[in-house]
């Protein structure tokens, strides 16, 4: 992505280079305690875990009803 943002525009490329490096550096440097606090780390999840109850429902049943179809 970094590559198709900097041939629409160099500095705008650049900078969002330079952004996620930065990033990723001040990430490397946090603690494991610390990485719970990055954001959308606590998207999805509940006290029962990840995701919700009826969402992991809905994904069972989808792999099921997907498997349910008719060979050629």
């Keep these: 992505m970094i590559d198709h943002f ?15 490096e930065m990033k990723m550096k001040e990430m490397k440097e946090m603690k494991d305690v610390e990485l719970d606090k990055v954001p959308g780390r606590e998207s999805g999840k509940t006290r029962y875990g990840q995701g919700s109850l009826n969402a992991n429902k809905a ?3 989808a792999s099921k009803k997907g498997h349910e179809a008719d060979p050629y």
């Excluded at 041939?7 to 490329?13: I, L, N, R, S, V």
Aim: aromatic share 6%.
């Design 59 to 61: 994904a069972d049943e």
């Design 6 to 20: 900097t041939q629409a525009d160099e500095d705008y490329g650049r900078r969002v280079k330079e952004g996620i």
